[in-house]
């Protein structure tokens, strides 16, 4: 099992342009999350699915972030325009059903914004 | 809305001390609770889960404890060597929200 995986590992952007963040999930899993890290407000969940169907995005910042999941296998974040205070490490985790599993996080995307 | 507090934020002990990091939460109702550790600039990696209706999980080294009604779990790492320098992460979960201490910054001294 490869893990969870996640690209690119970084990414550097100028400020207006979109980002799209890429995650898939270890295969079997039914549950997706999106999480932001930063040293400020340290690991936020931004939003989650559910057998692909998105449960709760309450914590997605703003309208310029949005998160799709088009199958079980692939998840895409993308921030549309890129502002610098979005800069941050970006984690996605996945999990089995059933409150017996823990959660396994990818390697994470690092995204400056200039 | 479930708060997680982990103290101390940083600790820096000599090799071969055994330390205990400690995590506290506001509400009980919880599912599960996972540590993880996570190094510089690398993604986080999983230790140990408790489930709800446990009181304690070991990991060679590690070993981690629950009190569900005081709101309170333990990471005890035995015989510290300079590889556990990291930072501990204390995640608590209520349905689907996993939510996360600030972590303690760890630093073991050869």
């Known amino acids: ?114 | 809305k479930q708060e997680v507090t982990q103290i101390p934020a940083a600790l820096s002990v000599p090799e071969g001390e055994n330390l205990v990091l400690n995590c506290s939460f506001t509400d009980s109702a919880i599912y599960n609770l996972q540590w993880f550790r996570q190094d510089p600039g690398k993604g986080l990696t999983s230790l140990l889960l408790i489930q709800s209706s446990q009181r304690e999980q070991t990991s060679g080294r590690l070993n981690a404890s629950l009190d569900k009604s005081s709101g309170r779990s333990t990471l005890y790492i035995a015989a510290s060597q300079p590889g556990d320098s990291a930072t501990y992460l204390c995640a608590v979960s209520n349905n689907n929200d996993m939510r996360f201490g600030a972590g303690t910054r760890l630093t073991v001294k050869p």
């Open chain 1, 1 to 114: 099992d490869a893990g969870v995986i996640q690209s690119p590992r970084h990414e550097v952007t100028e400020m207006g342009q979109e980002v799209t963040l890429r995650c898939k999930p270890i295969s079997g899993h039914d549950y997706l999350f999106w999480y932001r890290q930063t040293m400020m407000r340290g690991l936020e969940l931004l939003i989650y699915f559910n057998n692909n169907v998105p449960i709760d995005d309450s914590g997605m910042p703003e309208d310029r972030f949005s998160a799709k999941m088009p199958n079980a296998s692939f998840s895409t974040l993308k921030i549309q325009p890129s502002e610098p205070r979005d800069s941050a490490v970006y984690f996605c985790a996945s999990r089995s059903a059933g409150y017996n599993y823990g959660y396994t996080f990818g390697s994470g995307t690092r995204l400056t914004v200039v």
